[in-house]
């Protein structure tokens, strides 16, 4: 059975409808920081931001 691992804005407040899926957790995070710069202008993450982010990631079946 393979797991994959998502992350949706709105888990985490926001009015926005981004979500992505990877196999591997660790490839979330260069994605989301991603999507942070461009559709909310968080161009330095800050570590309390990246603690909330990976508390929100989930493991799918």
Known sequence: ??????FKC?????????EYEARERKDLMPRVKIHFKYAHNVFEMAPEL?????GA?????
Do not use: N, P, Q, W
């Not at 990631?57 to 079946?61: D, N």
């Open 50 to 54: 990246e603690k909330k982010i990976d």
């Open 10 to 18: 709105k888990d985490l407040g926001y009015d926005c409808s981004f």
């Open 57 to 61: 990631i989930k493991e799918k079946a």
């Open 1 to 6: 059975m393979d797991m994959s691992y998502t």
